[in-house]
C-alpha cells in the first residue's frame, strides 16, 4: 500500500490544481501507522471527501450564484471599443507582474468580456461591455481572499470616462 502510495504522490507532483486537495492529504498516509486498520478508515474517508468535495473546482460564469454584480452603467454604444481597451489595460495594471493573475479578453456575439484569472484558471472578475452599450462589473466568490480594488478601480474610472450623461 505505501509503495502504491509513493507512486501516486509522484504522479500528483505533475498534475494540475485539480488535485490539489489529493496533494494535501497524500502526507498524511506516509506518517501514519498502516497496522491500524482504523485509522487507514479515516484517512481514506478524508481523502475521498476531499477529491468529491472539489475543493479545487472556481466558478464559471456559467455559475450564476457564484458571481455578484458590483457596478453597472452604460456608454453610447460609439466608444465600445474604447471603453474595452480602457477596462483591459486598467485590469492587467491592477496587479503587480510577481502575483499570478492573467487579464484575458473576449470577443462574443453580444459584445465583449474582459476577465482576471488567478493561476491561469480561477476567474476572479469579469466585465460585460455589451453592444447595446450596457456594461456590468462581476466578482466571483472565488476572489474573496484577493484583493480585486485594482479592478472595481479600473472599471468605474473607465465608467466615470465613458458613461453616457444621465437624461434629468
Not at 20 to 36: G, H
Not at 132 to 147: F, P, Q, T, Y
Amino acid at each position: 500500500m505505501v509503495n502504491f502510495i509513493k507512486i501516486l504522490d509522484r504522479k500528483i507532483l505533475y498534475l494540475n490544481a485539480e488535485f490539489f486537495c489529493l496533494r494535501a492529504v497524500i502526507p498524511f498516509l506516509y506518517i501514519s501507522n498502516f497496522s491500524d486498520n482504523y485509522m487507514k478508515k479515516i484517512i481514506l474517508l478524508v481523502l475521498a471527501f476531499s477529491v468529491l468535495s472539489g475543493c479545487s473546482s472556481a466558478p464559471t460564469r456559467l455559475d450564476t450564484s457564484e458571481f455578484e454584480s458590483l457596478m453597472s452603467g452604460s456608454i453610447s454604444t460609439d466608444v465600445i471599443l474604447e471603453f474595452t481597451g480602457c477596462v483591459y489595460d486598467g485590469f492587467l495594471s491592477s496587479h503587480s507582474m510577481l502575483t499570478d493573475v492573467d487579464t484575458k479578453q473576449q470577443i462574443r456575439t453580444d459584445g465583449y468580456r474582459v476577465e482576471t484569472y488567478a493561476g491561469g484558471r480561477m476567474l476572479l472578475m469579469s466585465a460585460d461591455i455589451l453592444n447595446s452599450g450596457h456594461v456590468e462589473l462581476w466578482e466571483s466568490s472565488a476572489a474573496a481572499l484577493i484583493n480585486t480594488s485594482g479592478e472595481r478601480q479600473a472599471f468605474e474610472s473607465c465608467l466615470v470616462k465613458y458613461q453616457l450623461e444621465k437624461q434629468v
